[in-house]
């Protein structure tokens, strides 16, 4: 059986969330466990520096992220789980790619674009504060791609755009040099929801609306209860469609339980109430995951193994891949 290659990136900026663990890293862990699938998972750390410069920032997310994952499950002897900067063939096929891709290509990146359009807006030079890194940031999304011979890559619609052209890079390197590369596929949304924050805006770490994935039972408490709820009292009936509350109980419920909550958001459950079970509902999905979680942070120098043991892996398709890019480039041995 050949199986299908699935390869995704996190970038290592901030703490996880709800949101990141119901769209993205739930999905991702049950979707490794497939037969038919080989995953690639990594820390996307070299991404995480286009756009944050403190440094332990990006050192404390990578650690979280990776304990995130080994907590929540994710079997690193199925699936390769590394870190993007412990493979340095994917930064020198980025530099190989880069002079492949056309400068007009990176022009049309959205990114890059939304970047421009907010400095004309202030009046400022239009390329203010636009380093290389994120100009080009496109670039080494394909080599992280490219380098695996990734099928599908699993992105939220913002990164449709890169994964395309990723896809048109690995078919300009193949015309040109023969083929090395297979042409990837972006695939939105998959099994993951996009799960609101507090305020009811998309959950994410730019809103300032998330809810840590491993809070202290306490503090989970004190975020659910933040969510906004409109002021219907206990007893007049709720419109399960327009609240947060019963998205993230939909997310983690199973039918039966969504069922039972949509007939007492009917009968008027009273808000209070209802975060009451939400609370229970997630912190019994997560109770011992944070516990691992707890140890894992306790205990960086395991994580470390097991990413460097990732990366090992990770290397054993690097090596021989980049290899054959600078064969076919014409950068040999001049004895060859
Ligand atoms: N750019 C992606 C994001 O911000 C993360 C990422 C980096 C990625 N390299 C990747 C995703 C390769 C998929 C494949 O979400």
Not at 196 to 220: A, C, H, V, W
Not at 259 to 275: H, S, V, Y
Not at 288 to 313: F, I, T
Request: hydrophobic content about 40%; overall charge negative.
């Amino acid at each position: 059986m050949t199986k299908k290659r699935v390869l995704t990136g996190i970038t290592t900026t901030g703490t996880p969330h709800l949101g990141n663990y119901i769209g993205a890293i739930r999905p991702a862990i049950a979707a490794s466990k497939a037969d038919n699938v080989e995953s690639f998972l990594f820390l996307a750390d070299l991404h995480a520096i286009v756009k944050c410069h403190q440094p332990d920032m990006v050192h404390q997310s990578s650690k979280e992220i990776a304990a995130t994952w080994l907590a929540l499950g994710l079997d690193t002897e199925r699936s390769t789980f590394y870190r993007q900067s412990d493979v340095p063939e994917i930064s020198e096929l980025t530099w190989i790619l880069t002079c492949l891709t056309a400068k007009g290509l990176m022009n049309r990146s959205h990114a890059y674009k939304a970047a421009v359009a907010s400095n004309v807006e202030e009046g400022e030079d239009p390329d203010n504060a636009v380093t290389m890194g994120l100009y080009s940031y496109p670039v080494l999304m394909a080599a992280d791609i490219l380098m695996f011979k990734a099928n599908d890559v699993p992105v939220g619609k913002d990164q449709i755009q890169h994964v395309e052209m990723a896809r048109d890079i690995a078919g300009r390197f193949n015309h040109r040099f023969g083929d090395v590369f297979v042409l990837p596929e972006a695939k939105v949304g998959g099994d993951g929801a996009v799960l609101n924050g507090l305020d009811g805006r998309k959950m994410s770490k730019s809103y300032g609306n998330t809810i840590p994935l491993f809070l202290p039972e306490k503090q989970l408490k004190k975020h659910i209860n933040k969510i906004k709820t409109n002021l219907l009292e206990p007893g007049e009936a709720k419109d399960p469609g327009d609240s947060t509350v019963f998205q993230i109980w939909t997310a983690f419920a199973s039918e039966e339980q969504t069922q039972t909550m949509r007939e007492e958001f009917a009968n008027g459950i009273a808000w209070g109430e209802a975060k009451k079970r939400l609370l229970e509902l997630v912190n019994e999905e997560l109770c011992e995951a944070r516990e691992r979680y707890l140890e894992l942070m306790a205990d960086p120098v395991s994580v470390e193994k097991v990413l460097l043991e990732g990366a090992e892996k990770a290397r054993n398709h690097s090596r021989p891949l980049i290899k054959q890019v600078r064969e076919a480039i014409g950068i040999r041995a001049l004895s060859l």
